[in-house]
Nanobody
Framework: QVQLVESGGGLVQAGGSLRLSCAAS????????MGWFRQAPGKELEFVAA????????YYADSVKDRFTNSRDNAKNTVYLQMNSLKPEDTAVYYC???????????????????WGQGTQVAVSS
């Protein structure tokens, strides 16, 4: 079992930055692919980014590419999402997710993940 706890959300003006963190329990964090998803009010869950077990491979949704950076620190059992140049359309609840894999695909589908955090709210004002 893996428990995930997100933090770092908040209210920011357009153009600003936030860094989300996702802390994971368990001794095998380095064996997990980690993903970020978001859900805006009235919209479906949307893939944001995924990172391989080693941190060497990352994938991003086109809507966040070149603005968001996904990274991880396996010694701290934590994955990060650095969000720069935020836009009002980035407003959503952000979730981190985990699946135990040591091979990497895009992992952009929510059904591919086994564990989810409770989410953290990000609001971007115009």
């Amino acid at each position: 079992q893996v428990q995930l706890v997100e933090s770092g959300g908040g209210l920011v003006q357009a153009g600003g930055s936030l860094r989300l963190s996702c802390a994971a329990s368990g001794r095998t964090f380095s064996s997990y692919v980690m993903g970020w998803f978001r859900q805006a009010p009235g919209k479906e869950l949307e893939f944001v980014a995924a990172i391989s077990w080693s941190g060497g491979v990352t994938y991003y949704a086109d809507s966040v590419k070149d603005r968001f950076t996904n990274s991880r620190d396996n010694a701290k059992n934590t994955v990060y999402l650095q969000m720069n140049s935020l836009k009002p359309e980035d407003t959503a609840v952000y979730y981190c997710a985990a699946v135990r894999r040591t091979t990497m695909g895009r992992f952009s589908e929510d059904k591919e993940y086994d564990y989810w955090g409770q989410g953290t709210q990000v609001a971007v004002s115009s």
